[in-house]
């Protein structure tokens, strides 16, 4: 597997930094967040050195979201959860501090404090058509603009 030098990511895959491992495969690892918001808090990664998500192959992802139903059940059985977030940030403005690809699993219970600020807004008039075009013809050629 390709390693970044500097990647605290991937110096836990190389067992070079301690991690409270819960699975690992050929291609996975996921281990217990050093800064959990909830107990059980758990980063799912891959071996492979990508920065971020859009950087993934299709069959990168496939073997990374393989295991995830199994890594929910899990965690939330373990500590008793009703539920979770399953989250991806992809990019420093989406918050992601560390330049690897990998979700966070944070076990959720009833009045845990933890929450998101949604602003809901709305699309002027045709202006939600327009973007739905564009995101269609950049599935479809695969390109970003």
Request: proline fraction near 7%; include cysteine; glycine fraction near 8%.
């Amino acid at each position: 597997m390709s390693a970044a030098a500097d990647c605290v990511f991937c110096k836990i895959v190389a067992g070079q930094i301690p991690a409270l491992k819960v699975f690992e495969n050929e291609d996975i690892l996921a281990f217990l967040d050093i800064g959990p918001l909830s107990e059980g808090h758990t980063l799912v990664v891959p071996k492979k050195h990508v920065h971020l998500l859009s950087e993934m192959s299709e069959s990168e992802m496939a073997a990374m979201s393989r295991h995830l139903p199994r890594l929910v059940r899990a965690i939330c059985g373990a500590v008793g959860s009703e539920g979770c977030n399953v989250l991806v940030n992809v990019g420093r403005v989406a918050s992601q501090e560390v330049p690897h690809v990998h979700w966070h699993i944070i076990p959720r219970k009833p009045a845990d404090g933890l929450g998101y600020r949604w602003n809901p807004s709305k699309y002027p008039p045709g202006r939600g058509e327009q973007v739905a075009r564009q995101i269609a013809a950049a599935c479809v050629t695969g390109s970003a603009g």
